[in-house]
């Protein structure tokens, strides 16, 4: 089983939908979860970071993190076209360690 | 802050040649990665240090990479020889790593095109 699973896509969505990307980890023991957008081209970016269960919010963007289930999702309300992009999640563990996921692919239709 | 400084930004050589890629991490971060990005295999991660120290080179897909840091604030990645299936985007990243494991500041990358 990989460490961190996500679904490649492309997730399609229309401009103002919400897209919804999810991750599955394996490491009971990650501590830190964040997620990243890459554009085509680019270095990974930092979007969001979660540390407790939960909801987070900032902006359009809200993380939720369920440790129990070793699940965690990122929700883009009212996506925008510039949203179009790969979004890699990476838990972090006690040793340092960051790995990351394959990345969903997100394309959002004008 | 600069952010996380990579050197160089394209590099194209030939097969069997040394390659040397250099990474400046963000200053007082203490934790530096090498990841290697490819179509095919991601976002993968070759090796990591804490405190100049290498903590996991598992990653490293075999005896031709090598990484070193000799000190906070520089890291090099080489691989000799150099292969055509070594051609990809090879990103640094640093972050600090105290009670709170921060996130990770990515360099600009180096895409190395093996000939």
């Known amino acids: 089983q990989k460490e961190v699973e996500q679904n490649s896509g492309p997730l399609s969505v229309p401009e103002g939908a919400i897209a919804s990307l999810n991750c599955t980890y394996s490491d009971r023991v990650s501590q830190s979860f964040f997620w990243y957008r890459q554009y085509s081209g680019k270095s990974p970016e930092l979007i969001m970071s979660i540390y407790s269960n939960g909801d987070k919010e900032d902006g359009r963007f809200t993380a939720q993190l369920n440790k129990a289930s070793q699940y965690v999702s990122l929700l883009i309300r009212d996506s925008q076209p510039s949203d179009s992009a790969t979004y890699l999640c990476a838990p972090r563990d006690s040793s340092y360690k960051l790995i990351f996921g394959s990345g969903t692919r997100l394309l959002v239709r004008p | 802050d600069a952010g996380v400084i990579q050197s160089p930004r394209h590099e194209v050589t030939e097969m069997g040649q040394e390659v040397t890629l250099r990474c400046k991490p963000i200053?007082?971060?203490?934790?530096l990665f090498w990841y290697r990005q490819t179509m095919m295999r991601g976002l993968e991660l070759l090796i990591y240090f804490n405190n100049n120290v290498p903590i996991d080179d598992s990653g490293m897909p075999e005896d031709r990479f090598s990484a070193k840091m000799p000190n906070a604030s520089f890291s090099t990645l080489k691989i000799q020889p150099s292969e055509p299936r070594d051609s990809a985007v090879y990103f640094c990243?640093?972050?600090?790593?105290?009670?709170?494991?921060?996130?990770?500041?990515f360099g600009q990358g180096t895409r190395l095109t093996v000939v």
């Open positions: 200053s007082g971060h203490n934790s």
């Open positions: 990243a640093s972050s600090s790593s105290g009670r709170r494991l921060t996130e990770a500041f």
